[in-house]
């Protein structure tokens, strides 16, 4: 076996280990998301540091995929129709991941998804959801076409760092506004 096939075969079991791992850290994050939402100095830390979990995770994800087309598959049309086409997959990867976002969120704040109350939902997550979706999409598509470099991933995760801050600065205004 081709040392790159053992890379290949070695970034596939750390995605597995690191999705069973996330897997837990999104269990403890659900349990203790609404009492560190209270503390700003608690909350920004925290779903920033989610955020990069879950960006990193889909970067590895992504990079698995490109060794394992490049390096096991035989070079047909189909098996690179992902790597020739990155910004459009990272598109519709982006819009996925953030609509099931947003359902699983709504999902656990009120116990189950409301048709109703879905419009207000995308409303409210809209502003966070944009900037989220932007640097999900540039992880992706830069993870895809093989280009991304160090200051890029750094740019990447300034804008999660500001929909941390976002987020937190947005949840705490609408408790202000709706315990009054």
Not at 58 to 84: A, C, D, P, R, S
Not at 103 to 117: F, Q
Not at 175 to 180: F, I, R
Request: with cysteine.
């Amino acid at each position: 076996m081709s040392s790159e096939k053992k890379n290949t075969v070695l970034l596939g079991l750390a995605f597995l280990v690191f999705l069973v791992l996330s897997s837990v850290e999104n269990t403890v994050f659900f349990q203790v998301l609404s009492d560190v939402l209270l503390n700003p100095f608690l909350a920004i830390p925290m779903l920033f540091i989610h955020d990069l979990l879950v960006v990193s995770i889909i970067i590895l994800g992504m990079t698995f995929y490109v060794n394992l087309v490049l390096h096991f598959f035989k070079e047909n049309k189909y098996e690179l129709t992902v790597i020739e086409h990155p910004r459009v997959f990272a598109t519709v990867f982006t819009v996925v991941i953030l609509l099931l976002s947003i359902l699983r969120g709504s999902n656990l704040i009120y116990g189950g998804v409301s048709v109703e109350a879905l419009p207000v939902i995308l409303f409210v997550s809209a502003p966070i959801g944009i900037v989220e979706g932007y640097g999900i999409y540039l992880a992706i598509r830069k993870t895809l076409s093989r280009s991304m470099s160090m200051r890029e991933l750094c740019y990447i995760y300034g804008i999660f760092l500001v929909a941390a801050v976002m987020e937190v600065v947005f949840i705490n205004v609408l408790l202000a506004v709706t315990t009054k």
